[in-house]
């Protein structure tokens, strides 16, 4: 089965400045997707990012991109420029490609919070 | 815009009483999921539907129950709330994914605590 490791329970970063949050996972499968959701405080999940495990790009989303480096099973988020607005509980999520799989399977999560 | 809505925010409720928890999405979408979210364990998979009448469990269905009779509408029932069961439930929806990922939705949470 597989498993999301989030070994950072909280981190607290200056506005403006860069945090980077990481995850690691254990999988047996060679295609897959992998995300960060973010959970705002009393507010809804939403996606921050995601990334297909055969794209060698790593993705970007204006000030948040990710680090995938799939031999070590790594895929680290990179917030630049952090704002009050990141403030948020940040999940990272794994999803198997394989036989349609719908499932995520979600880290313990890590609570970030912007200090002004 | 998606929207996935959950009948309460908070709920209380005693031992032993049936609770149902509702979730509706107008979106839709063929796939619906119920999640519970705990400090330090983040969301695990209770139940999920991909279609109508359709449901299969996830990793902790134990104490669950789930019914789907229209497409855009998830329900989560506990048979009979035990203190345990205290704790935060996420609905979700996505699309089919075909083989292509579909981005899940989420609702606002149910806060539920069992007393």
């Known amino acids: 089965a597989q498993t999301v490791t989030q070994s950072q329970p909280e981190m607290s970063v200056q506005e403006a400045e860069t945090v980077t949050l990481s995850c690691t996972y254990d999988?047996?499968?060679?295609?897959?997707?992998l995300f960060w959701y973010k959970q705002p405080p009393s507010r809804q999940m939403i996606l921050v990012i995601r990334q297909e495990a055969y794209k060698q790009q790593n993705a970007t989303e204006n000030r948040f991109s990710v680090n995938f480096q799939k031999a070590a099973k790594s895929f680290s988020l990179k917030i630049s420029d952090s704002q009050l607005g990141d403030a948020a509980m940040y999940f990272c999520?794994?999803?198997?490609?394989?036989?349609?799989?719908?499932?995520?399977?979600f880290g313990k999560g890590m609570k970030l919070t912007v200090n002004p | 815009d998606v929207k996935v809505t959950q009948s309460s925010r908070y709920l209380v409720k005693r031992t032993g009483e049936k609770v149902f928890l509702e979730c509706v999405q107008d979106m839709d979408h063929e796939n619906m999921f119920w999640y519970r979210q705990d400090p330090g364990l983040g969301l695990r998979l209770i139940y999920f539907s991909y279609d109508v009448k359709m449901k299969e469990k996830g990793d902790i269905p134990e104490g669950y129950s789930v019914s789907r009779e229209k497409k855009e509408r998830f329900s989560l029932i506990l048979e009979s709330a035990s203190t345990n069961q205290t704790s935060m439930y996420l609905c979700?929806?996505?699309?089919?994914?075909?083989?292509?990922?579909?981005?899940?939705?989420f609702g606002p949470g149910t806060r539920l605590t069992v007393l």
């Open positions: 999988t047996s499968e060679s295609d897959y997707y």
């Open positions: 999520a794994y999803r198997s490609r394989v036989g349609g799989s719908e499932k995520l399977v």
């Open positions: 979700a929806s996505s699309l089919a994914s075909g083989g292509v990922y579909n981005e899940q939705f």
